[in-house]
């Protein structure tokens, strides 16, 4: 393999590491694999491969482990403008070793590797360019966290000479081995400070964080997508039914085939998905709504996150939960819809040219 030093986004390839995070830490692991989990109507895979693409590249590499077959079935060969390869993971590779993994079996001389977990706030184009003048072997970029400190941001970008840094075989991480290793060699790290910290799900908590972040800044775009239209705050499905009667209050989005019946309440952020039902004078406030739910009439729901054809009783309360029901069979991962709402949130998120270090 031979560095190239130069390499404009067209000859750069995506990365994504979406490996599955499973061992009980989070109850929506059990649900979906992690990439898959449904933000603001499309899995949040989908929110890097579209950074990706609106920042000019053309195809990347899905690497993952047992659920590599579940994400490549809801997202195809192509998705958000790319055309995607996938790569299975069987022995505890880490971050390094899936990026020489998948590294090595493209031509591409520059790689964009990003988690498939969060959602990059970093300009691609301005990235790219401060990692070509830098001459980095790889380039880290960084965001401050609560307390103002620089962290990393599960995002970076890898020249092609530094695969040879990483051995074929055994767990290779990129900030405990990969970069001691570089260093040692003379090669040059660089960091770019992005306007934040990239948003992440490790958690029920902070998945419903990211909806949240994500519905505010979707419904202050405006400019509803083909399918969907503006009603006040929300973006409703066309094929969504809405009594005149119901109540929606801050960025709510309604999904295919849901309803909302007579004199129910949204208050956003709030996300229903598809066929989802919520019933007469039933309040949603805050949540997050997956497919084929079932909101009971004069129910109350608050700071929740109901899975796949979750049932609320008539009258009952769910406060700050995750609701879940037992299935037989593992949800139709295809009919959640991988094309953005908002293809526009991008250039929304878009912040100055990164600083380099």
Excluded at 9 to 29: F, H, P, Q, T
Aim: proline share 6%.
């Amino acid at each position: 393999m031979e560095g190239v030093r130069t390499s404009p986004s067209s000859r750069a390839r995506g990365i994504i590491l979406a490996g599955a995070y499973r061992g009980g830490r989070c109850v929506l692991d059990g649900l979906v694999p992690r990439p898959l989990l449904p933000v603001a109507g499309q899995p949040l895979v989908a929110y890097p491969l579209r950074w990706m693409a609106t920042g000019g590249l053309r195809g990347a590499v899905v690497c993952a482990n047992t659920e590599a077959r579940a994400i490549g079935e809801t997202l195809g060969d192509t998705a958000c403008g790319l055309r995607l390869e996938y790569l299975e993971d069987w022995s505890p590779r880490g971050a390094a070793g899936c990026v020489r993994d998948a590294g090595v079996r493209t031509d591409a001389t520059t790689f964009v590797v990003a988690d498939g977990t969060a959602v990059p706030v970093v300009d691609l184009a301005g990235l790219l360019e401060a990692h070509r003048t830098s001459r980095a072997a790889v380039t880290v970029v960084v965001g401050a966290g609560r307390a103002g400190r620089l962290q990393p941001s599960g995002v970076y970008v890898f020249d092609r000479r530094a695969l040879l840094h990483i051995p074929e075989g055994g767990y290779q991480d990129i900030k405990e081995k990969l970069i001691p290793r570089l260093y040692a060699a003379g090669e040059v790290v660089s960091t770019c400070v992005a306007q934040g910290l990239a948003p992440r799900v490790v958690d029920a908590e902070t998945y419903l964080a990211l909806n949240q972040w994500v519905l505010e800044r979707a419904c202050r775009l405006r400019g509803a997508p083909d399918g969907f239209r503006d009603v006040g705050e929300a973006v409703l499905h066309e094929t969504a039914s809405v009594d005149p009667t119901a109540r929606l209050l801050g960025p709510v989005l309604v999904g295919p085939g849901a309803s909302v019946a007579a004199g129910a309440t949204l208050v956003g952020p709030v996300a229903i998905g598809p066929g989802t039902e919520v019933g007469c004078s039933a309040v949603v406030s805050r949540s997050v709504l997956w497919s084929e739910c079932r909101v009971g009439s004069r129910s109350f729901v608050d700071r929740s996150m109901l899975a796949d054809r979750a049932v609320v009783e008539p009258g009952s309360a769910v406060i700050h939960a995750v609701r879940t029901e037992a299935r037989r069979e593992r949800p139709r991962l295809a009919d959640r819809a991988v094309r953005a709402p908002w293809a526009s949130i991008l250039a929304a998120l878009k912040p100055a040219m990164p600083s380099q270090g």
